[in-house]
């Protein structure tokens, strides 16, 4: 039995995921204006791993006979000027993100619910990926990003990042 609390941090997760998939958009959106199709496809592909993460948190609450309520999805807001932008507001948020997740895993743990914990376990070892990933870019950037030669082969290897699906199956 998943408690209401519990429930009610599953059923907002559903919704900041949906965020993130917005957000990621939004950045991807910003470096097909800036001519960088490669940061536009990473950051498209992450767009679609988000809504993933949503649907999972859905199919785990439906598995679970709660009632899913989606509501309005935040416009994203943050400011993007230079190329960097995104990548510092994408490590920001996948680690507010990963004080998310792990609210409602401190939250299942106090009611001893081991089903959600267990469900949750694998989005804690995501949520350590996507930080490396951010902070991983950010480092490239930081490297290449200001000479045009560097940029234009960073923009290609981000160019090869292909959709899969999530490991994590309900
Ligand atoms: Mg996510």
Redesign the pocket.
């Known amino acids: 039995m998943i408690s209401e609390k519990v429930a009610a941090l599953l059923n907002n997760q559903v919704n900041k ?1 949906f965020y ?1 998939s917005y957000l990621y958009l939004d950045f991807s959106n910003f470096y097909v204006d800036q001519g960088l199709n490669g940061f536009a496809n990473w950051y498209k592909v992450q767009a679609q ?2 809504r993933d ?1 949503a649907l999972l948190f859905m199919q785990y609450m439906q598995n679970n006979d709660l009632k899913v309520t989606l509501e309005a999805v935040d416009k994203p807001t943050v400011l993007l000027k230079e190329n960097m932008d995104p990548l510092k507001a994408g490590l920001k948020h996948e680690i507010h ?1 990963t004080g998310l997740i792990h609210n409602i895993y401190d939250a299942a743990y106090q009611e001893k619910d081991f089903r959600t914990m267990q469900f949750l376990d694998w989005f804690v070892k ?1 949520q350590g990926e ?1 930080e490396t990933n951010a902070t991983d870019l950010i480092k490239k950037m930081d490297l290449f990003g200001s000479d045009p030669k560097s940029l234009y082969m960073l923009d290609n290897e981000l160019a090869a990042r292909v959709y899969t699906a999530p490991s994590l199956v309900l």
């Open positions: 995921e993130s791993e988000e993460h993100v995501e996507e």
